[in-house]
């Protein structure tokens, strides 16, 4: 009895043991990522974003996960301005958590240990646009607005009191028959101050999609060509482009929104998290969100067009102050990971407005519109919002018209798009979880104004 009660106990002490070392483990991790976290919000917000380290700290790096709040004010970041890279140590027996930034896809996070070498991407030419006309430009934005402005202004200004709406905003703009017909910025932001679009991308994405098929460059109900899924029997490689956009993928997602902190924040690639997945149901039978889709959409796009390059279609739309950032294996993240400005948003807006057209050159197929705006796939259950291709539909939205569609981010970034309307409403943020700003309402309150 005595050996059988001393086996107990040693095995006890082993899964104590062995549990304290994993929680060790789990505690370090989660320093890792608190660290990534800090390194390329600092890094994005000072060189893609043109804010100030107080804005960043204020902004950015409060009202963010649980997983890694209480950490990421305790880091110290070591900024190195002329090389546009930002450290942020998290344990003395590992290299720092590193953030470097180039002028065309903004920054990168490196690889969790990461050892720094002088090996830099060569980077695009940005140019700026701000001395052309309105839209490619800034100059005369504000000369030629219609509509009764003053009521739309009362209305954006109301946007920033958090007792009319909710949530902590940092920029209105309402565009209305392509003229700026109100704009308003918290303090310490303009026009050219860029934050992060969160899950707006993915109607970016979608977009940049729809460029790649108006080349004719990319079929998106084919079979994807996603190499990691090309090996005989893997029935993930009968998916096409088309059931990724619409969130119908039927691949196993863990979390709600399929959580994607190894990428997000922990510099991991979109090939080494993405691609893992099994399948779980029927692909094209049942709607969930999720981060993994968007960016096995983009990835099985640039199989088939090695060219896809967000980068083009910015300059062409003059969003020249976009960032779409990338995994330090040059793989784009676009279910989250761009930086932009209000009136860029508003100029992608205005290109759905005008069915795919910009300057004359048709960017979008002509019934690209309809395609990302229409709920042709599985809906999601028990939401006040439909989804289409990468859009979320707002047909279900007392007192808005029913071809409203948007884009819609964590912390509030919102893209409205209304074309019985002709009308664009940006709303960007920094809302909490527990203090979130109410569009719907604010959506309404809009057009009421432009009936005023």
């Known amino acids: 009895m005595l050996k059988k009660l001393a086996n107990i106990c040693v095995a006890g002490a082993l899964l104590s043991s062995s549990a304290m070392a994993q929680s060790d483990e789990m505690a370090r991790y989660d320093r890792a990522l608190a660290a990534g976290y800090k390194a390329q ?36 970041e070591d900024i190195d301005m002329a090389r546009r890279e930002v450290r942020v140590p998290f344990t003395e ?30 980077p695009a030419e940005r140019r700026y646009f701000d001395d052309r006309t309105w839209p490619m430009g800034d100059r005369e934005a504000l000369s030629a607005a219609t509509a009764r402005p003053a009521a739309f202004r009362t209305t954006a200004e109301q946007a920033f009191q958090t007792e009319t709406y909710g949530g902590k905003t940092s920029a209105v703009l309402i565009i209305r028959n392509g003229k700026i017909v109100a704009e308003s910025y918290k303090k310490g932001h303009d026009l050219h101050t860029a934050q992060r679009t969160w899950s707006v991308a993915k109607s970016i994405a979608g977009t940049l999609i729809g460029y ?90 640039r199989q088939q067009h090695p060219e896809f390059d967000p980068f083009i279609l910015f300059q062409k739309l003059g969003m020249t102050r976009t960032y779409a950032e990338t995994d330090w294996q040059g793989h784009y993240i676009l279910s989250s990971q761009v930086w932009t400005t209000a009136r860029d948003l508003g100029r992608l807006g205005m290109l759905y407005l005008d069915n795919g057209s910009w300057n004359g050159e048709t960017l979008l197929p ?36 029913d071809d409203s569609f948007a884009g819609f981010g964590n912390r509030g970034q919102y893209l409205v798009i209304i074309p019985s309307l002709d009308m664009v409403i940006v709303r960007r943020g920094y809302d909490s979880s527990d203090n979130r700003f109410d569009i719907e309402t604010f959506i309404r309150d809009v057009i009421a104004a432009g009936k005023s």
Not at 99 to 114: H, K, L, Q, R, Y
Not at 367 to 378: F, L
């Open 212 to 301: 790649s098929v108006e080349q004719k460059k990319l079929n998106i109900f084919a079979p994807v060509q996603i190499p990691e899924w090309q090996r005989q029997g893997d029935p993930r490689a009968s998916l096409t482009i088309d059931q990724l956009m619409r969130m119908s993928s039927g691949l196993v997602n863990d979390t709600a929104g399929n959580r994607t902190d190894p990428l997000y924040m922990g510099g991991a690639s979109v090939t080494e998290r993405a691609t893992a997945w099994p399948l779980l149901y029927k692909p094209g039978i049942r709607f969930r969100y999720a981060n993994n889709d968007t960016l096995l959409a983009v990835h099985a796009a």
């Open 41 to 76: 919000f600092i890094c994005s917000g000072l060189w893609n974003g043109g804010k100030t380290l107080a804005d960043i700290k204020a902004d950015e790096l409060t009202g963010i996960y649980d997983r890694v709040a209480e950490t990421v004010p305790l880091l110290v």
């Open 93 to 122: 027996d590992a290299p720092p958590r590193i953030a470097v930034w180039n002028s065309e896809t903004g920054c990168t996070s490196m690889p969790i240990g990461f050892e720094q070498t002088e090996i830099r991407p060569t």
């Open 366 to 401: 002509e019934n690209w519109r309809d395609y990302v705006s229409k709920p042709s796939g599985p809906q999601p259950e028990n939401r006040a919002f439909g989804y289409g291709a990468t859009f979320w539909l707002m047909n279900k939205s007392p007192g808005i018209p």
